[in-house]
């Protein structure tokens, strides 16, 4: 009979606690904890949209300057930085600055695409005047290039070096240029958000 008893006070004293730990939860939940989980749902949204920023970047025209300074010769490589220079101006990439709170000289978006259209003009030149140092101009006027043929080993990698440097320099964010500041408060707040929430339920939970 004791144990009967025992057995359900335990029963009533296991129900009150869940019930109790389920008001708590409601109540973490509808206060820091809500707060928490908007803010890192928030943040999670805005880091998968600026990939699908960057991804959408390459596949509609970025890509281009990437098969270029992997192409195997000048013509080819012509061909393809010339598609990456319409992708710029066909998506005003050409005037601007991608920073968000203060414009920094690197994220200049006209120096780039200058930057860029220096490297048609350098594509333009005949192949024994490809290279700049006075080692290269030796090792490339010897050749009998003509614009179509494949590039020496060396060639190769002093050209497909130089376009490589170029579009690597572009200015970060111009995949969500020219909304930079809003992508800048946007992660920020859900940031801060996460941070000062999850502090608050440390505290009030220890």
């Known amino acids: ?46 880091g998968l949209v600026r990939i699908k920023k960057d991804l959408d970047l390459r596949a509609l025209g970025a890509e281009n300057f990437i098969l270029a300074y992997n192409a ?8 393809y930085w010339e598609k990456g220079i319409k992708f710029l101006e066909d998506n005003n990439l050409t005037t601007g600055n991608t920073g968000a709170f203060w414009k920094t000289p690197e994220d200049d978006l006209e120096f780039f695409y200058k930057n860029v259209v220096e490297m048609r003009n350098y594509l333009n030149t005949p192949p024994d005047t490809l290279s700049d140092s006075s080692f290269d101009q030796k090792i490339v006027s ?65």
């Open 1 to 46: 009979m004791v144990n009967n008893c025992t057995q359900i006070e335990m029963k009533k004293f296991f129900k009150v606690l869940f019930f109790v730990g389920c008001l708590s939860l409601v109540f973490w939940l509808t206060t820091q904890g809500l707060f928490f989980l908007a803010g890192l749902t928030s943040l999670v949204i805005w």
């Open 142 to 206: 010897g050749s009998t290039l003509s614009k179509g043929d494949p590039l020496t080993v060396f060639d190769r990698k002093t050209l497909s070096a130089r376009l490589k440097k170029t579009w690597k320099n572009a200015p970060e964010g111009i995949e969500i240029y020219p909304n930079n500041c809003i992508y800048a408060i946007w992660g920020w707040i859900s940031g801060l958000v996460c941070i000062v929430f999850a502090i608050l339920w440390f505290i009030s939970t220890f």
């Open 72 to 79: 195997n010769t000048i013509a080819l490589a012509k061909e």
